[in-house]
Protein backbone atom coordinates (compact mmCIF):
# COMPACT_ATOMS: atom_id res chain seq x y z
CA UNK A 1 0.00 0.00 0.00
CA UNK A 2 0.67 3.40 -0.16
CA UNK A 3 3.07 5.36 2.44
CA UNK A 4 4.55 8.48 3.25
CA UNK A 5 7.71 9.08 5.37
CA UNK A 6 8.63 12.08 6.95
CA UNK A 7 11.49 13.64 8.87
CA UNK A 8 10.80 13.19 12.45
CA UNK A 9 10.23 16.37 14.80
CA UNK A 10 10.60 18.57 16.72
CA UNK A 11 12.82 21.09 14.37
CA UNK A 12 13.73 24.21 16.22
CA UNK A 13 15.65 27.01 14.12
CA UNK A 14 16.25 30.41 14.59
CA UNK A 15 15.15 33.00 12.23
CA UNK A 16 16.48 32.77 8.73
CA UNK A 17 17.98 29.68 9.08
CA UNK A 18 17.56 26.91 5.97
CA UNK A 19 14.53 24.66 6.40
CA UNK A 20 14.84 21.73 4.77
CA UNK A 21 12.02 18.44 5.95
CA UNK A 22 12.47 15.28 4.57
CA UNK A 23 9.91 13.43 3.03
CA UNK A 24 10.12 10.25 1.02
CA UNK A 25 6.96 7.74 -0.59
CA UNK A 26 5.96 4.59 -1.36
CA UNK A 27 3.28 4.16 -4.30
CA UNK A 28 2.25 1.68 -6.38
CA UNK A 29 1.44 4.29 -9.54
CA UNK A 30 1.89 7.83 -10.16
CA UNK A 31 1.04 10.08 -7.59
CA UNK A 32 0.52 13.50 -7.11
CA UNK A 33 2.43 14.93 -4.03
CA UNK A 34 1.33 17.56 -1.22
CA UNK A 35 2.88 19.80 1.36
CA UNK A 36 0.10 20.73 4.03
CA UNK A 37 0.52 23.14 6.83
CA UNK A 38 -1.53 22.67 10.26
CA UNK A 39 -1.13 26.43 12.68
CA UNK A 40 -2.26 25.37 16.18
CA UNK A 41 -5.76 24.76 16.42
CA UNK A 42 -6.56 24.91 12.86
CA UNK A 43 -7.25 22.19 10.56
CA UNK A 44 -4.31 21.69 6.99
CA UNK A 45 -3.97 24.33 4.85
CA UNK A 46 -2.26 23.12 1.46
CA UNK A 47 0.72 24.91 0.88
CA UNK A 48 1.73 23.35 -2.22
CA UNK A 49 1.36 20.64 -4.73
CA UNK A 50 3.05 18.56 -7.52
CA UNK A 51 1.13 16.41 -9.84
CA UNK A 52 4.51 15.06 -11.96
CA UNK A 53 8.07 13.78 -11.50
CA UNK A 54 10.35 16.91 -11.76
CA UNK A 55 7.51 19.07 -10.91
CA UNK A 56 8.59 21.70 -8.54
CA UNK A 57 5.47 23.33 -6.35
CA UNK A 58 6.51 26.41 -4.50
CA UNK A 59 3.92 28.61 -2.09
CA UNK A 60 4.89 31.65 0.61
CA UNK A 61 9.03 30.68 -0.34
CA UNK A 62 8.33 26.94 0.49
CA UNK A 63 9.76 24.53 -2.28
CA UNK A 64 9.69 20.91 -2.82
CA UNK A 65 10.62 19.21 -6.15
CA UNK A 66 8.51 15.40 -7.42
CA UNK A 67 11.51 13.24 -7.46
CA UNK A 68 10.68 10.11 -8.77
CA UNK A 69 13.99 8.72 -9.11
CA UNK A 70 14.47 8.67 -5.27
CA UNK A 71 10.79 8.71 -4.53
CA UNK A 72 10.91 11.96 -2.68
CA UNK A 73 9.54 15.36 -1.92
CA UNK A 74 11.64 17.42 0.02
CA UNK A 75 10.44 20.75 1.97
CA UNK A 76 12.78 23.92 1.43
CA UNK A 77 12.71 27.29 2.43
CA UNK A 78 15.68 29.56 2.31
CA UNK A 79 15.04 31.54 5.20
CA UNK A 80 12.56 31.25 8.13
CA UNK A 81 10.48 33.37 9.82
CA UNK A 82 8.46 33.19 13.35
CA UNK A 83 5.49 32.96 11.74
CA UNK A 84 6.45 29.73 9.83
CA UNK A 85 5.87 28.09 13.25
CA UNK A 86 3.34 25.38 13.00
CA UNK A 87 3.04 21.37 11.84
CA UNK A 88 4.18 20.45 8.30
CA UNK A 89 2.51 17.07 6.63
CA UNK A 90 3.89 15.57 3.82
CA UNK A 91 0.80 13.14 1.37
CA UNK A 92 0.19 11.58 -1.35
CA UNK A 93 -2.75 10.67 -3.66
CA UNK A 94 -2.93 8.39 -6.54
CA UNK A 95 -6.27 10.02 -7.88
CA UNK A 96 -7.56 8.20 -10.79
CA UNK A 97 -10.89 6.31 -8.70
CA UNK A 98 -8.02 6.05 -5.51
CA UNK A 99 -8.15 9.66 -4.39
CA UNK A 100 -7.56 9.40 -0.84
CA UNK A 101 -4.78 11.04 0.55
CA UNK A 102 -1.98 8.92 2.83
CA UNK A 103 -0.53 11.60 5.35
CA UNK A 104 2.98 11.26 7.17
CA UNK A 105 3.15 11.66 10.64
CA UNK A 106 3.74 15.67 10.36
CA UNK A 107 6.88 17.61 11.31
CA UNK A 108 6.19 19.92 14.28
CA UNK A 109 8.70 23.80 13.20
CA UNK A 110 9.62 25.83 15.70
CA UNK A 111 11.04 29.07 14.97
CA UNK A 112 12.94 31.19 17.42
CA UNK A 113 13.33 34.96 16.90
CA UNK B 1 -11.01 32.27 4.24
CA UNK B 2 -11.45 28.39 4.65
CA UNK B 3 -14.35 27.48 2.36
CA UNK B 4 -15.41 24.25 4.51
CA UNK B 5 -17.41 25.00 8.01
CA UNK B 6 -17.63 22.23 10.17
CA UNK B 7 -19.64 22.05 13.33
CA UNK B 8 -19.29 21.91 16.67
CA UNK B 9 -16.08 22.84 17.45
CA UNK B 10 -15.85 20.62 20.19
CA UNK B 11 -17.75 17.77 21.40
CA UNK B 12 -17.61 15.39 24.87
CA UNK B 13 -19.81 12.28 24.18
CA UNK B 14 -19.60 9.46 26.51
CA UNK B 15 -18.49 5.93 25.33
CA UNK B 16 -21.36 3.89 23.74
CA UNK B 17 -23.13 7.15 23.13
CA UNK B 18 -23.69 8.53 19.10
CA UNK B 19 -22.30 11.39 17.26
CA UNK B 20 -23.07 13.21 14.33
CA UNK B 21 -20.37 15.76 12.93
CA UNK B 22 -21.56 18.23 10.20
CA UNK B 23 -19.77 19.89 7.11
CA UNK B 24 -20.43 22.43 4.88
CA UNK B 25 -18.75 22.58 1.66
CA UNK B 26 -18.15 25.48 -0.72
CA UNK B 27 -20.83 25.28 -3.91
CA UNK B 28 -19.72 23.40 -6.33
CA UNK B 29 -17.56 20.50 -4.33
CA UNK B 30 -18.37 17.71 -5.28
CA UNK B 31 -16.23 15.36 -3.68
CA UNK B 32 -15.83 15.09 0.27
CA UNK B 33 -13.95 13.04 2.72
CA UNK B 34 -13.66 12.86 6.15
CA UNK B 35 -10.47 11.96 8.00
CA UNK B 36 -9.55 11.35 11.86
CA UNK B 37 -6.49 12.60 13.66
CA UNK B 38 -5.75 11.43 16.61
CA UNK B 39 -2.92 13.44 18.42
CA UNK B 40 0.62 13.46 17.20
CA UNK B 41 -0.60 12.09 13.85
CA UNK B 42 -1.11 12.63 10.63
CA UNK B 43 -4.96 12.33 9.84
CA UNK B 44 -6.12 9.18 8.69
CA UNK B 45 -8.76 8.59 5.70
CA UNK B 46 -12.00 7.48 6.92
CA UNK B 47 -14.22 7.68 3.64
CA UNK B 48 -14.72 9.71 0.93
CA UNK B 49 -18.46 11.20 -1.14
CA UNK B 50 -18.85 12.25 -4.86
CA UNK B 51 -22.07 13.40 -5.39
CA UNK B 52 -23.66 11.83 -2.48
CA UNK B 53 -22.17 8.14 -3.04
CA UNK B 54 -19.97 6.42 -0.84
CA UNK B 55 -17.16 6.12 -3.24
CA UNK B 56 -13.75 5.29 -1.14
CA UNK B 57 -13.53 3.91 2.24
CA UNK B 58 -10.43 3.54 4.37
CA UNK B 59 -9.99 0.67 7.64
CA UNK B 60 -12.72 1.73 9.53
CA UNK B 61 -15.76 -0.19 11.13
CA UNK B 62 -18.88 -0.04 9.59
CA UNK B 63 -19.93 2.04 12.69
CA UNK B 64 -18.22 5.13 10.76
CA UNK B 65 -20.81 5.77 8.35
CA UNK B 66 -20.96 9.30 6.26
CA UNK B 67 -24.22 11.18 4.44
CA UNK B 68 -23.68 13.57 1.70
CA UNK B 69 -26.09 16.14 0.36
CA UNK B 70 -27.26 18.03 -3.01
CA UNK B 71 -26.45 21.43 -0.64
CA UNK B 72 -22.73 20.46 -0.49
CA UNK B 73 -23.23 19.60 3.34
CA UNK B 74 -22.21 16.18 4.69
CA UNK B 75 -22.36 14.66 8.02
CA UNK B 76 -20.02 11.68 9.58
CA UNK B 77 -21.90 9.65 12.14
CA UNK B 78 -20.02 7.44 14.55
CA UNK B 79 -21.93 4.71 16.64
CA UNK B 80 -20.94 3.05 19.69
CA UNK B 81 -18.35 5.16 20.68
CA UNK B 82 -14.78 3.98 21.83
CA UNK B 83 -12.36 5.85 24.12
CA UNK B 84 -10.02 5.72 21.21
CA UNK B 85 -12.66 7.51 18.81
CA UNK B 86 -11.35 10.31 20.94
CA UNK B 87 -9.71 12.17 17.61
CA UNK B 88 -9.89 15.54 15.65
CA UNK B 89 -12.30 15.09 12.70
CA UNK B 90 -11.55 17.19 9.74
CA UNK B 91 -14.07 17.21 6.57
CA UNK B 92 -11.73 17.81 3.33
CA UNK B 93 -13.88 19.11 0.00
CA UNK B 94 -12.73 19.69 -3.88
CA UNK B 95 -14.57 20.84 -6.89
CA UNK B 96 -13.89 17.77 -8.56
CA UNK B 97 -12.69 14.03 -8.91
CA UNK B 98 -9.14 15.16 -9.96
CA UNK B 99 -6.44 14.66 -7.84
CA UNK B 100 -4.28 17.87 -8.49
CA UNK B 101 -6.41 20.30 -7.81
CA UNK B 102 -6.09 19.36 -3.77
CA UNK B 103 -8.79 19.53 -0.77
CA UNK B 104 -9.90 22.68 1.09
CA UNK B 105 -9.75 21.38 5.32
CA UNK B 106 -12.38 22.53 7.81
CA UNK B 107 -10.62 23.32 10.54
CA UNK B 108 -12.08 20.34 12.22
CA UNK B 109 -14.23 19.04 15.12
CA UNK B 110 -12.53 17.96 18.52
CA UNK B 111 -14.52 15.07 19.75
CA UNK B 112 -13.61 13.41 23.06
CA UNK B 113 -15.11 10.32 24.54
CA UNK B 114 -15.32 9.93 28.54
Known amino acids: GNSVTQMEGPVTLSEEAFLTINCTYT??????LFWYVQYPGEGLQLLLK?????DKGSNKGFEATYRKETTSFHLEKGSVQVSDSAVYFC????????????FGTGTRLTIIP | ETGVTQSPTHLIKTRGQQVTLRCSSQ?????VSWYQQALGQGPQFIFQ???????GRGNFPPRFSGLQFPNYSSELNVNALELDDSALYLC?????????????FGSGTRLTVV
Open chain 2, 92 to 104: ASRPDRAANYGYT
Open chain 1, 27 to 32: ATGYPS
Open chain 2, 27 to 31: SGHNT
Open chain 1, 50 to 54: ATKAD
Open chain 2, 49 to 55: YYREEEN
Open chain 1, 91 to 102: ALSEGFGNEKLT
